[in-house]
């Protein structure tokens, strides 16, 4: 299987960064042909601008959905930009390895997204959710939270997990066409002990070990 891992953490230390290296490794050693795109050692400019293309449309106005467009006909992406095009339209499954910053993705990541995924070429023309571009790939949110599981129920301090992640889930992978896997939540990993952290990579493992099998859940039910 071919499988691509979006990660960012500021802290290469972090246990985001020890479930990232985790994946890379069961993943390899598995046999699945393993990509990564590690946005903050990529020093990866989150903000959308001209950058984005190397053609212009409306040289007195920046549309960027327009620019997108003519992009996609012209083959006028960035280099930096193509290349992340390339990596989701080669992988059967994507992993998003992160932490959960103010109920949402981080900003890197989150503008990661606003730049590489381009009217056109990976949604628009007709291809929304079920005749999405990206139908037929899988893709798997593996993130952290600052507060405990508790918190994240129905009814807890911060309202259940799968509300907070129906955007990402819902609005972004399905919208292009990806059937999306149940989430990966560590819940408050700096809460825990050294032997909860192991335990919690140990199972992200055995899960990996078994990942070409899962399939797609319906967004919300977990």
């Known amino acids: 299987m071919k499988i691509v891992i979006v990660y960012w953490h500021p802290e290469p230390q972090s246990f985001n960064g020890a479930m990232f290296r985790t994946a890379c490794r069961v993943l390899a050693n598995a046999g699945h042909e393993v990509r990564i795109s590690d946005l903050h050692e990529m020093h990866f400019d989150p903000v959308s601008s001209r950058n984005n ?19 996609t006909v012209a083959g006028g992406f960035s280099k930096e930009i193509d290349a992340e095009m390339e990596k989701i339209e080669w992988c059967d499954l994507m992993i998003w390895q992160f932490p959960l910053w103010w109920f949402g993705l981080p900003a890197a990541l ?22 999405g571009v990206f139908r037929g790939k899988r893709a ?5 939270t600052g507060g405990t599981e508790d918190a994240f129920r129905q009814g807890g301090f911060n309202g259940d997990i799968a509300g907070l992640l129906r955007p990402i889930e819902r609005g972004i992978l399905e919208f292009v066409g990806f059937g999306v896997l149940a989430p990966q939540v560590v819940y408050g ?34």
């Open 53 to 71: 293309f190397t053609t212009v449309k409306n040289p007195d106005f920046f549309k960027q959905q327009i620019e997108e467009m003519h992009a």
């Open 110 to 131: 989150k503008g990661w997204v606003d730049r590489v995924f381009a009217m056109g070429r990976v949604y628009g023309l007709g291809h929304y959710y079920e005749t």
């Open 140 to 144: 798997l949110l593996s993130l952290t």
């Open 189 to 222: 990993p700096a809460r825990m002990t050294n032997d909860e952290r192991e335990q919690q990579l140990a199972a992200y493992a055995t899960r990996l070990q078994n990942i070409a099998q899962e399939s797609p859940i319906a967004v919300g039910t977990y």
